[in-house]
């Protein structure tokens, strides 16, 4: 089946470094992919929407200039969180949308931590 | 690895009809499961989630699970279905350690008709 692969699975950095998070779409074109974020014991929540080869659309209250997206190619979204700070550590999670079937598929999610 | 499979991935059902999603996982431990919702044009949605204890759990907007050992399954259940129930449903596992991965099902669209 349709594979989603979410790079790194976890990782710990230092304030103020950037750190970026790749979502990959394995065996399938995604013209649209999606970025989560999820507080402890809280739901998922969206963050943006990201669409090939133009400007992601964020959601209110997330700001753009720290969370930069980039939908460069039908396989790949990145997520970098610039100039990390200790509240935003937490867990992220993409999905990418099949363009034959419009089927979604989620990556494995990524745990950020900021020292 | 643990893996997640929804065998439906479309289901029609009359409003206040019952509905049944099934979900079942793959995993050599204990899981952390979840079900989540998503509505046209919305972010996923906690519906409920199972840790431990009681095997029937109760979510909201009249949702239950059952974790059911035996058979690798977490199938969600509710009595009767709203028209505004209709959307995606993902059935999700987490590792018992932790809930750094969490592997999701491919989702169920649930449409209601009238």
């Known amino acids: 089946g349709a594979v989603v692969s979410q790079h790194p699975s976890w990782v710990i950095c230092k304030s103020g470094t950037s750190v970026k998070i790749e979502c990959r779409s394995l065996?399938?074109?995604?013209?649209?992919m999606f970025w989560y974020r999820q507080f402890p014991k809280q739901s998922l929540m969206l963050m943006a929407t990201?669409?090939?080869?133009?400007?992601?659309?964020?959601e209110q209250g997330v700001e753009k200039d720290k969370f930069l997206i980039n939908h460069a190619s039908l396989t790949l979204s990145t997520l970098t969180v610039t100039s990390a700070h200790p509240e935003d550590s937490s867990f992220y999670i993409c999905?990418?949308?099949?363009?034959?079937?419009?089927?979604?598929?989620f990556g494995s999610g990524t745990q950020l931590s900021v020292l | 690895a643990q893996s997640v499979t929804q065998p439906d991935i479309h289901i029609t059902v009359s409003e206040g009809a019952s509905l049944e999603l099934r979900c079942n996982y793959s995993?050599?431990?204990?899981?952390?499961l979840f079900w989540y919702v998503q509505s046209p044009g919305q972010g996923l949605q906690l519906l409920l989630k199972y840790f431990s204890g009681d095997t029937l759990v109760q979510g909201i907007k009249g949702f239950e699970a059952e974790f059911k050992r035996s058979q690798s399954s977490f199938n969600l259940r509710k009595p009767s279905v709203h028209w505004s129930d209709a959307a995606e449903y993902f059935c999700?596992?987490?590792?018992?350690?932790?809930?750094?991965?969490?592997?999701f099902g491919s989702g169920t669209r649930l449409q209601v008709q009238p």
């Open positions: 999700a596992v987490g590792v018992t350690a932790g809930r750094r991965a969490l592997t």
């Open positions: 995993y050599g431990a204990t899981p952390y």
């Open positions: 999905s990418a949308r099949d363009s034959r079937n419009e089927k979604l598929f």
């Open positions: 065996d399938f074109q995604a013209t649209t």
């Open positions: 990201s669409n090939e080869g133009s400007k992601a659309t964020y």
